[in-house]
T-cell receptor
Framework: GDSVTQMEGPVTLSEEAFLTINCTYT??????LFWYVQYPGEGLQLLLK?????DKGSNKGFEATYRKETTSFHLEKGSVQVSDSAVYFC??????????FGTGTRLTVIP | GAGVSQTPSNKVTEKGKYVELRCDPI?????LYWYRQSLGQGPEFLIY????????DSGLPNDRFFAVRPEGSVSTLKIQRTERGDSAVYLC????????????FGQGTRLTVV
């Protein structure tokens, strides 16, 4: 069935370091791909999305490119800040409109 | 309403009791999802509604769990004979029916079974 496999954490980086969080997916058809973020004490919120192959989603300095050939949607940011500390979830929306999540990666950025 | 509303925000119940968790989605959103999130884990899919019908209930862990959405808006997740292992945050989300639209999440209901 459709699923998402996400890099396990936790990830600890110093401020201004480069971030990559890996995400790969298995799906029939052409899913849409999302990154959600959960800041401490807050609910899940959308960070970025991509709806078809080679699309790049971007927001708040984060980027992810929908790679059909490698079935991946890795999250990247060139220079992380302390305020980026959160849990990041990769998610897949199927053609039938169902929505599945990865297990999450906790990022801690230290000054 | 402006966002997805879940009530109660916290629920403590005794083992063996019955509980109902309510979700009020964003107006006009026909897709509604229920997830369960345990500490340190990602949202685990439970059930997905399109309108009034359950389009996919394959994530419900056993027959103690049931959800309804009788009028295609508010949904209730029902858990019978609660067990300590049911303790988790139960999340609800809604989205527009068609297309690769994002799902909007409520703040969740934290269920504790003692």
């Amino acid at each position: 069935g459709d699923s998402v496999t996400q890099m396990e954490g936790p990830v600890t980086l110093s401020e201004e370091a480069f971030l990559t969080i890996n995400c790969t997916y298995t799906a029939t058809g052409y899913p849409s791909l999302f990154w959600y973020v959960q800041y401490p004490g807050e609910g899940l919120q959308l960070l970025l999305k991509a709806t078809k192959a080679d699309d790049k989603g971007s927001n708040k300095g984060f980027e992810a490119t929908y790679r059909k050939e490698t079935t991946s949607f890795h999250l990247e940011k060139g220079s992380v800040q302390v305020s980026d500390s959160a849990v990041y979830f990769c998610a897949l929306k199927t053609g039938a409109n169902n929505l599945f999540f990865g297990t999450g990666t906790r990022l801690t950025v230290i000054p | 309403g402006a966002g997805v509303s879940q009530t109660p925000s916290n629920k403590v119940t005794e083992k063996g009791k019955y509980v109902e968790l309510r979700c009020d989605p964003i107006s006009g959103h026909t897709a509604l999802y229920w997830y369960r999130q345990s500490l340190g884990q990602g949202p685990e899919f439970l059930i997905y509604f399109q309108g009034t019908g359950a389009a996919d209930d394959s994530g419900l862990p056993n027959d103690r769990f049931f959800a309804v959405r009788p009028e295609g808006s508010v949904s209730t997740l029902k858990i019978q004979r609660t067990e300590r292992g049911d303790s988790a945050v139960y999340l609800c989300a809604s989205s527009l029916k068609h297309g690769p639209t994002e799902a909007f999440f409520g703040q969740g209901t934290r269920l504790t079974v003692v």
